[in-house]
């Protein structure tokens, strides 16, 4: 059944305003930044928290729609929710938590426990099922709620970063069972986290939410190629300009308050409102204004060195703001620390234009 | 005088001073108590067919009071902690007033109030229901002293407990009533422990406002406290020994609701 969610809501100063679809059978990753509203709006869906405006239908089913006054409650809509804090129950055995939903949807006290053995030798904490929630490692209690969450017969999957303050050990043996289990659900997967790798690791498709809205949604391949926000962008990797095209037969400048940066090829009509990204290691830095060829040719000073495996990430405060890809030879060469003043460049060739 | 650098006439020295004299204060009655009971005739006095009434009449006014404390307290410690609504503070104050009314004022208002003449005389009277100097009407003064002991300390383990648990509940089927019954009440157990404990002692040591509005009639009202009160007018050792058997069972009874009582 597929899953179509508007969601609009106010809570406090901060306002979600997020619509996005997804079919059955499909993980959608909705992921985000700190503080962009996913678990408000995990909490919508699950029921938690009111809308005041959109709706939320499951297949035929309206689950909540404030313009009719429909809202169903939590114990109907049947989610399954993992939360992000687990919310395991403490004064309940591992074995009693995921036997929780059954009998709270009418199984009988003997069939509950059949499922909920069955779950728990499924998600591999067999060995644990006496035991209470606050003796159980990070891995294990991530287990036992993603199968108190399977255990209640959802048509629906929520789960709040499933992943997030584990051990790599954890991470490892949780990410394997969740792909099982993700491979064997038939019905809507939603996946919250603010790690883009794990998004593009579990996720058919991503919703990208920032500041309350849903930004960008697409194949993950798409939104790497084709980033429509700069924190989209910095997790793909790109540098990322918006600006306006001002045409000049194949090639085109893209103009924004602060510059303009020039590509070689542009499809866009002239005026238009575009995206431009320039890969980092596209990006030459010198301390001498460069000559020769290249037609963007920026200044700034280095704001910020990132070292890793071979390679060194170069923050650099200009118009725009950019970052530069270049060896730990060239670092060394060049003398550069925070403050450096620095000359960018890179050919137009390199800049990679389309619709925002 | 020095001592570890620090001068002996420090803030930690005056106040573990001070602490232990508070303490002692509160062992030596004790002490004193314990130390005139005449223990070879103990058995003898105790087992007189007006101690054994009087103790019973006490178990079974202070635990139908507790009883009745929660079966209303937990429903209003309950809207206190999670309704919200105009008039709540003044609701709050409400909980409060029987603990500033002085036992002997209480009890003289349960008669204003319940009294042949009270305020609800009349309804009662048509209802052929007579309350005052009556065992109900010490059930009811011990409740009104001691509920809310239960309610304070319900609505403070409401207000600690994790209501994103019963959310969870929710999302995984469970309808209100088992929310309550399976979530709610489990993780405020320790706080419904620890407040019996305190209603049932404040209750059965209730003396004031039992003897006002139930009269101290021996085999039908007269609880423990009243028996000794009475006692100590013309039988010093018999009050001494039931005050020491009160005092024990009161003890045993924190003990078996024991543990939280003293940790928040």
Known sequence: ?356 | MKRGGRSFFSIENAFALQATLLLAFFLLPLAGLLARVPWATAWEELRGERVLEAMRLSLVAASLASVISLAFGFPLAWVLCRRSFRGKELMRALVLLPMVFPPVVGGVALLAAFGTRGLLGGVLAYLGVRLPFTFAAAVLAATFVSAPFLVLALEAGLASADRRLEEAAETLGARPARVLSTITLPSVRHSIVAGLALTWARAAGEFGATITFAGNFPGRTQTMPLAIYEALQTDMNGAILMSVLLLGVSLVALLVLRRRIVQP
């Open chain 1, 1 to 356: 059944m597929n899953l179509l969610a508007d969601v609009r809501l106010r809570a406090g100063s901060f306002r979600l305003a997020a619509r996005f679809e997804a079919a059955a059978g499909e993980t959608l990753a909705l992921l985000g930044p700190n503080g962009a509203g996913k678990s408000t709006l995990v909490r919508a869906i699950a029921g938690l928290a009111p809308l005041e405006e959109g709706e939320i239908v499951l297949g035929e089913a309206v689950l909540e729609r404030p313009r009719d006054g429909v809202r169903l409650p939590p114990p109907e809509r049947r989610m399954g929710v993992v939360f992000q804090d687990l919310l395991l129950f403490p004064h309940l055995s591992v074995r009693d938590n995921v036997a929780y939903g059954p009998r709270s949807r009418g199984r009988g006290a003997g069939e509950a426990r059949r499922i909920a053995a069955e779950w728990v030798e499924r998600l591999e904490i067999g060995h644990r099922a006496s035991a209470f929630p606050a003796s159980l490692s990070g891995g294990e209690a991530r287990r036992v709620a993603l199968a108190r969450a399977l255990a209640s017969e959802p048509e629906t999957l929520l789960l709040d970063e499933p992943l997030a303050s584990l051990d790599v050990e954890a991470v490892r043996s949780v990410t394997r069972l969740l792909r099982a289990t993700l491979a064997s659900f038939g019905g809507v997967k939603i996946l919250v986290t603010h790690r883009p790798v794990e998004a593009l690791a579990l996720a058919d498709r991503l919703a990208i939410l920032e500041a309350g809205e849903i930004v960008q949604t697409g194949r993950p391949a798409e939104v790497s190629r084709r980033p429509l926000t700069r924190y989209v962008a910095s997790f793909v990797g790109l540098n990322l300009v918006r600006g306006v095209v001002r045409r000049d037969g194949p090639q085109a400048d893209v103009r924004w308050e602060g510059g303009e940066i020039r590509a070689a090829r542009c499809e866009e009509p002239d005026g238009a409102d575009v995206m431009a990204t320039v890969h980092p290691r596209s990006i030459a830095v010198s301390l001498e204004r460069p000559g020769g060829s290249p037609r963007n040719v920026i200044r700034g000073r280095v704001g910020s060195i990132d070292v890793s495996a071979g390679s060194v990430r170069i923050g650099v405060d200009a118009r725009p703001p950019l970052f530069a890809e270049i060896t730990p030879e060239a670092l060394s060469e060049l003398r550069l620390a925070e403050g450096t003043e620095v000359w960018l460049s890179f050919k137009a060739a390199e800049v990679e234009v389309y619709a925002g």
